[in-house]
């Protein structure tokens, strides 16, 4: 199930590349409204899911970056075990290895993960999250429903 692996590399791209843009074109903490609840705001981030041990001295860094690789490298062992029926896993596992791998490369070159995508209500933000973020989750929702059954061809019984 290897052949998924172009949704790792498609996500880990246009992460890379927006952060890049990013980077390039705003300064840090710049907001600039692009829809009604939802803004470009550069943002770096030191911690994990929501700012998470954000202010925890350092050492997070290296301990975040240990773990995604270790999570590539164990999601990279399961897609090569898995059956040619088992595609909507097959994608789940890629997009999460892509956004994975896309924050490892912000984490060992920078410290942090640069972050960009802010959407809120009112006044109440979400905390701001980039494409691997998203891919993740994308990700992690498919296989929660792959593991109810979605994606998965009907079996005879005999």
Do not use: C
Request: aromatic share 14%; no cysteine.
């Amino acid at each position: 199930m290897l052949k998924y692996l172009w949704l790792s590399l498609l996500a880990l791209i246009l992460d890379q590349v927006s952060k890049l843009t990013i980077d390039a074109n705003m300064p840090l903490y710049q907001s600039i409204p692009l829809l009604p609840s939802f803004n470009l705001t550069y943002v770096h981030n030191t911690g994990a899911a929501f700012s998470f041990l954000s202010t925890a001295g350092g050492w997070q860094r290296w301990f975040f970056a240990g773990l995604a690789l270790v999570v590539s490298i164990g999601i990279t062992v399961w897609l090569t075990r898995l059956h040619n029926q088992e595609r909507l896993l097959a994608v789940a596992l890629s997009l999460i290895l892509g956004g994975a791998i896309g924050n490892l490369i912000d984490r060992v070159a920078y410290g942090y993960v640069i972050d960009f995508l802010d959407v809120y209500y009112g006044s109440w933000h979400w905390p701001a999250f980039n494409i691997a973020d998203a891919a993740i989750t994308v990700g992690v929702g498919l296989m929660l429903a792959e593991s109810f059954g979605f994606g998965r061809g009907k079996t005879t019984s005999g």
